[in-house]
T-cell receptor, first 113, second 111 residues
Framework: EAQVTQNPRYLITVTGKKLTVTCSQN?????MSWYRQDPGLGLRQIYY???????DKGDVPEGYKVSRKEKRNFPLILESPSPNQTSLYFC????????????FGPGTRLTVT | TQLLEQSPQFLSIQEGENLTVYCNSS?????LQWYRQEPGEGPVLLVT?????EVKKLKRLTFQFGDARKDSSLHITAAQPGDTGLYLC???????????FGTGTSLTVIP
């Protein structure tokens, strides 16, 4: 089954404790992206990757890191999480065509206390 | 940041009614997408419109891209309870790599 998976689905952590949210897709997509979703603000793009070893900042990259060492994986790293990073995070992937149909993962709800 | 404003923010209607959701921006986009998101899940793409003035129909849903490629609308005819969800528009930047989402319209269709 074609899908984007994220782990963990739920995470509660404390300020300053480094964490990684994994994202994996089995569709051989070149493009992958991370978003955060907050009430009243919609989805905002954090980082995206056009292919292996190619990443770029989205609208809200501060406090986040990413890496793309393999085509299928695109982990999101929070080196020193803060409470304002409490949010619902989505990973997405797509084939790079005119229509850019993004397939989203199920989301990771992160709470930073 | 390229802002996309959606209206209305919330919509509650009776089954069988028609509705229109608007997505407006001062920025020009290479294309415009509409997604539907259900609670506990990621957004699912409904349609992509690419050409200014383009109209696409998906069963009871009609999507239109403005002539200037700055705005879009989603019209649902004879809404059904299964249409309930959060509708999101997303503008695609000129490079095709950046996506700018609207704030969403939460639709509830009452049986």
């Amino acid at each position: 089954e074609a899908q984007v998976t994220q782990n963990p689905r739920y995470l509660i952590t404390v300020t300053g404790k480094k964490l990684t949210v994994t994202c994996s897709q089995n569709m051989n997509h070149e493009y992958m992206s991370w978003y955060r979703q907050d009430p009243g603000l919609g989805l905002r793009q954090i980082y995206y990757s056009m292919n292996v070893e190619v990443t770029d900042k989205g609208d809200v990259p501060e406090g986040y890191k990413v890496s793309r060492k393999e085509k299928r994986n695109f982990p999101l790293i929070l080196e020193s999480p803060s409470p304002n990073q409490t949010s619902l995070y989505f990973c997405a992937s797509s084939v790079r065509t005119t229509f850019q149909e993004q397939y989203f993962g199920p989301g990771t709800r992160l709470t930073v206390t | 940041t390229q802002l996309l404003e959606q209206s209305p923010q919330f919509l509650s209607i009776q089954e069988g009614e028609n509705l229109t959701v608007y997505c407006n921006s001062s920025s020009v986009f290479s294309s415009l997408q509409w997604y539907r998101q259900e609670p506990g899940e990621g957004p699912v793409l409904l349609v992509t419109v690419v050409t200014g003035g383009e109209v696409k129909k998906l069963k009871r849903l009609t999507f239109q891209f403005g002539d200037a490629r700055k705005d879009s609308s989603l019209h649902i005819t004879a809404a059904q309870p299964g249409d309930t969800g959060l509708y999101l528009c997303a503008g695609v930047g000129n490079t095709g790599n950046q996506f700018y989402f609207g704030t969403g319209t939460s639709l509830t269709v009452i049986p």
